[in-house]
């Protein structure tokens, strides 16, 4: 089992920056795939970015391509998302999630076991 803790989130005007980092505890974490998602309230939980173990392969999604950039550090057992350019449409509760590194890089939220307590993102016009 792992447990994940998310932090990083805030208020940030639209065209800036932040930096969301998901710390993991528990077992091996290059042992997992690591996936982002957000969700907005009355809507479902959306992906947005995915990484492999080993940190070599990543997906995102079509909506953050070229602004959003997965990457981990399994030395210090966090990932993290990094958001430039940001936009109000950005603003959600991100969510990072956890599945065993043997299974495929997926971007359906209903394939990952453990996830975290979410992060808040507001983004101001």
């Known amino acids: 089992q792992v447990q994940l803790v998310e932090s990083g989130g805030g208020l940030v005007q639209a065209g800036g920056s932040l930096t969301l980092s998901c710390a993991a505890s528990?077992?091996?974490?290059?042992?997992?795939?690591m996936g982002w998602f957000r969700q907005v309230p009355g809507k479902e939980r959306e992906f947005v970015a995915a990484?492999?173990?080993?940190?070599?392969?990543?997906s995102s999604a079509d909506s953050v391509k070229g602004r959003f950039t997965i990457s981990r550090d399994n030395a210090k057992n966090t990932v993290y998302l990094q958001m430039n350019s940001l936009k109000p449409e950005d603003t959600a509760v991100y969510y990072c999630?956890?599945?065993?590194?043997?299974?495929?890089?997926?971007?359906?939220?209903?394939?990952?076991?453990?996830w975290g307590q979410g992060a808040q993102v507001a983004v101001s016009t």
């Open positions: 999630a956890a599945r065993p590194s043997y299974r495929s890089l997926s971007t359906n939220y209903k394939d990952y076991d453990y």
């Open positions: 528990g077992r091996t974490f290059s042992s997992y795939k």
């Open positions: 990484i492999t173990g080993d940190g070599k392969t990543t």
